[in-house]
């Protein structure tokens, strides 16, 4: 089974400064790993995603996210911080194969963006 | 706008009560997942169809049930509700297991 891990329920950042919301994954084999974002009283809408390739995998709104095997880690970053970036940001997991195609969602980073 | 529709977005209804909750998923996804958010549990799957047939399920209760049609809208049937069931629930729908688009979701209020 996997499981997400997020490194901070909440993460203040000025305006202008370096975005790094962390997530940590548990699976037996390398999954597809995605960042969501969450703006108050929406859905959920896809940042970036991992499935194979290139580690480094840029999302929209500038922002991107390293595939980490080693560190089992895919933390997402963006250089400066704009205050449009104020949500709730969500790291998933998935299996790459077998019938199991759910994502699990990590317990989510609030991310406040000073001016 | 995701592609996703779900209805109503907002449901107020009482304990003991029975509700209905719809999914119409993007043009040509096959897959629709629904997610449970609430404050204590975060997003929680629960259940996953797949050209009209049940693929997965997750902590899903047994109160609740689904159903994929063969137009591929889908319905999420949550009946004896109790307070704990307020929530935010998401449908999500995929063509290939990796370009999952949500829904604005419905936000069911037990009181």
């Known amino acids: 089974a996997q499981s997400v891990t997020q490194l901070g329920s909440h993460v203040s950042v000025s305006e202008g400064a370096l975005v790094l919301l962390r997530c940590n994954y548990s699976?037996?084999?390398?999954?597809?790993l995605f960042w969501y974002v969450q703006y108050p009283n929406q859905g959920l809408q896809l940042l970036l995603k991992y499935t194979t390739g290139a580690t480094l995998v840029k999302g929209i709104n500038g922002f991107e996210a390293e595939f980490k095997k080693s560190e089992t880690s895919f933390h997402l970053t963006k250089p400066s911080a704009h205050m449009s970036d104020a949500a709730e940001y969500f790291c998933?997991?998935?299996?790459?194969?077998?019938?199991?195609?759910?994502?699990?969602f990590g317990s989510g980073t609030q991310l406040t963006v000073l001016p | 706008d995701s592609g996703v529709t779900q209805t109503p977005k907002h449901l107020i209804t009482a304990t003991g009560q029975r509700v209905t909750l719809r999914c119409s998923p993007r043009s040509g996804d096959l897959s629709v997942y629904w997610y449970q958010q609430s404050l204590d549990q975060g997003l929680q799957f629960l259940i996953q169809y797949y050209n009209g047939e049940e693929r997965a399920k997750g902590n899903i209760l047994e109160r609740f049930s689904a159903q994929q049609f063969p137009d591929l809208h889908s319905e999420l049937n949550l009946s004896s509700l109790e307070l704990g069931d307020s929530a935010l629930y998401f449908c999500a729908s995929s063509v290939k297991d990796y370009g999952y688009t949500f829904g604005s979701g419905t936000r069911l209020t037990v009181v």
């Open positions: 699976s037996s084999v390398p999954p597809y």
């Open positions: 998933a997991v998935r299996s790459p194969s077998g019938s199991a195609r759910q994502l699990t």
